[in-house]
């Protein structure tokens, strides 16, 4: 079963950047690398995808080496709104159903 | 707003009880996906269907099932609830399928939350 390995937490200071990893020792060949942003009582929000190398859009990066064993999400100059829980998603390549599976969260905390 | 609905928003019921949750895609999204939150065990995937069809099945117990009509909203039903069945359950939806598709960006709903007594 492909495993996901996230820190539990972070925490940083308004305008720093911040980068998160996700370890998936057993991702899908053909799989996308999702990151998802979640606030309390609210499902999880969509920040970016990727499959290899650099990914960039206007609210993160996402940088995947080439083995795709993990993958680092990185927020420039952070703000106090950032706090959030944020999670990789990844299909499981061990199984080859299309199961797919959530990290375990990384909550972010941004002080001021 | 994700333009994912769910009903019910709470739901409190008692062990052994059956309920069914439902989901209502975004328009023009062909993938439905059922996850499982709670605070022991994170965001856990239960299913996926695509335009009808069962894609992809993850820890979803056999007392749970789905299923998607063909005017794309879907229903989950929990039967024989136990008191570990208390959780967030979420609703997403996507153009495409989940991995392999680019355009598998998911949209999540506000959830239901379940609580079994």
């Known amino acids: 079963l492909a495993k996901t390995t996230q820190p539990i937490s972070m925490d940083s200071y308004e305008g720093q950047e911040v980068n998160i990893t996700c370890s998936h020792n057993n991702i899908a060949t053909n799989d996308y690398i999702t990151w998802y942003q979640q606030f309390p009582s609210q499902g999880p929000r969509f920040i970016i995808q990727?499959?290899?190398t650099k990914v960039t859009n206007e609210v993160a990066s996402l940088f995947i080496p080439a083995d795709r064993k993990s993958s680092t999400l990185s927020l420039p100059r952070v703000s106090l709104s950032d706090t959030a829980v944020y999670y990789c998603l990844v299909g499981d390549g061990s199984s080859n159903t299309g199961k797919l599976i959530f990290g375990q969260g990384t909550t972010l905390q941004v002080k001021p | 707003d994700s333009g994912v609905t769910q009903t019910p928003k709470h739901l409190i019921t008692a062990t052994g009880q059956r309920v069914t949750l439902r989901c209502s895609p975004r328009?023009?999204?062909?993938?439905v996906y059922w996850y499982q939150q709670s605070l022991d065990q994170g965001l856990q995937f239960l299913i996926q269907?695509?335009?009808?069809?069962?894609?992809a099945k993850g820890n979803i117990l056999e007392r749970f099932s789905a299923q998607q009509f063909p005017d794309l909203h879907s229903e989950l039903n929990l039967s024989s609830l136990e008191l570990g069945d208390s959780a967030l359950y979420f609703c997403?939806?996507?153009?495409?399928?989940?991995?392999?598709?680019?355009?598998?960006?998911?949209?999540f709903g506000p959830g239901t939350r379940l609580t079994v007594t």
């Open positions: 997403a939806s996507s153009v495409g399928v989940a991995g392999g598709d680019p355009s598998s960006e998911q949209y």
């Open positions: 269907y695509y335009n009808g069809e069962e894609r």
């Open positions: 328009s023009g999204d062909l993938s």
């Open positions: 990727g499959y290899k």
